[in-house]
Nanobody
Framework: QVQLVESGGGLVQAGGSLRLSCAAS????????MGWFRQAPGKDREFVAA????????FYTDSVKGRFTISRDNAKNTAYLQMSSLKPEDTANYYC?????????????????WGKGTLVTVSS
């Protein structure tokens, strides 16, 4: 299985940027897709972005298109979420997820492994 640890969260002003990282460990020798989800206070967890094993395909929820970029470095077993032009409504706990497949996954129930999350707070 894969263990995931997120980092890079924090407090930022609206319009600012943050880069989240997700470090994978364990059985990383197999191909695995990765994704980012978020959960705002009092709301359900929602999909943010996903990337396939090779990094050649990405997918975003509409609200972050053009502002967020997902990427990965398989040599470092790490995925990233570059967030720019942040808005107060981006405030949430951000979770990294992974599953053993080469294709891109966008549904929460398609992911088998989850990190504990990193908090992003965007002030107005």
């Amino acid at each position: 299985q894969v263990q995931l640890v997120e980092s890079g969260g924090g407090l930022v002003q609206a319009g600012g940027s943050l880069r989240l990282s997700c470090a994978a460990s364990g059985r990383t020798g197999r191909s695995y897709a990765m994704g980012w989800f978020r959960q705002a206070p009092g709301k359900d967890r929602e999909f943010v972005a996903a990337i396939n094993w090779s990094g050649g395909k990405t997918f975003y929820t509409d609200s972050v298109k053009g502002r967020f970029t997902i990427s990965r470095d398989n040599a470092k077993n790490t995925a990233y979420l570059q967030m720019s032009s942040l808005k107060p409504e981006d405030t949430a706990n951000y979770y990294c997820a992974a599953s053993y497949t080469i294709v891109i996954l966008t549904a929460e129930d398609e992911y088998d492994y989850w990190g504990k999350g990193t908090l992003v707070t965007v002030s107005s």
